[in-house]
């Protein structure tokens, strides 16, 4: 039976498993999304975002159970509520899917199956491993690519976290623990990147990723409503952003400890006369250790910063 609220998390929700769906003026195809999602026997849970159409009415019509903010606070924020109300109900495994019909609800328990064989906190469904098929366009592969390279060098060298081969996608499936992590999380940000906040803070618990092939299409109308040099640019400052405030001795510490031992060796080379370089020396080694010095020091700030503020 489905309901309609205001309240954050005042909602029934009985199956082990639930599909979530955060939504913004979404009421062409989320009637259709609910209706899909609801042919696998699980609890529906569409989060209507502010939206100032009938997404509320059509997604209670196919029979979801309907949380709505007041206001548009945006996409992570929606997915906090559904964080929320999948905590509060004690929710096994909580599969979230796009309300513009790019995603396929019948997969949601393919992914669930996936989480249960492979013990993975969060299971992608990734448009990138052997198995999927999508029909995305060229230019925003090429972009994707470049986001899921900066992202998996930031997860290996500040987390030591195994590669994600799609950190974009947003259709996910989370288990009690990942649940529990993003539903206490009040820095989870409430825009589009929240899907790298979740990354980073699953990391820095040693919480487990997975990925499980997924068929994605982008024949739907607006398939994209944001600018993707903007979005870009987002998600390019969140990684190295939340990186540097997380493992600030990994990324500045690390190079600067380098450039200040690498400084120190030419030194020497030059006092002792060895080299035909040694006119060229004194100007490198100054510059290596002030840029040594610098990122030292500036990862010891950074650290004592993060520390003063937990």
Do not use: K
């Not at 989060?47 to 019509?61: C, I, K, P, Y």
Request: overall charge negative.
């Amino acid at each position: 039976m489905s309901t309609t609220s205001s309240h954050p998390t005042d909602c029934q929700l009985t199956s082990d498993v639930v599909i979530g769906i955060p939504a913004y003026n979404e009421a062409d195809t989320v009637g259709g999304v609910v209706r899909t999602a609801r042919s696998s026997s699980v609890d529906v849970l569409v989060v209507d975002d502010g939206s100032d159409d009938r997404t509320a009415a059509a997604a209670t019509e196919a029979g979801a159970t309907v949380l709505r903010h007041e206001e548009n606070r945006g996409y992570g924020a929606a997915l906090g509520t559904l964080f929320s109300a999948a905590h509060e109900h004690g929710v096994d495994h909580l599969v979230v899917v796009d309300a513009d019909g790019q995603h396929d609800p019948t997969d949601a328990l393919d992914l669930v199956a996936a989480q249960r064989s492979s013990d993975g906190d969060i299971v992608i469904g990734s448009r990138f491993v052997e198995g999927s098929e999508t029909d995305m366009p060229l230019y925003r592969r090429f972009g994707l690519g470049v986001i899921n390279a900066l992202t998996g060098a930031a997860l290996w060298l500040g987390y030591s976290s195994e590669r994600v081969a799609d950190t974009q996608s947003g259709f996910r499936a989370y288990n009690a623990d990942a649940i529990e992590l993003l539903a206490c999380r009040a820095d989870l940000s409430d825009g589009m990147d929240a899907s790298l906040d979740i990354l980073f803070h699953a990391a820095d618990e040693d919480y487990s990723f997975a990925e499980a092939p997924v068929d994605v299409t982008y024949d739907v109308a607006e398939a994209n409503t944001h600018n993707p040099v903007v979005h870009g640019t987002v998600l390019v400052s969140n990684i190295f952003g939340r990186v540097l405030s997380d493992r600030p001795g990994r990324v500045l510490g690390v190079p600067g400890s380098l450039c200040l031992l690498v400084g120190g060796v030419l030194a020497r080379v030059s006092v002792t006369g060895l080299t035909l370089l040694s006119a060229f020396i004194p100007a490198l080694v100054t510059l290596l250790l002030l840029t040594g010095s610098g990122l030292v020091g500036a990862a010891l700030a950074i650290g004592r910063v993060a520390s003063a503020s937990e």
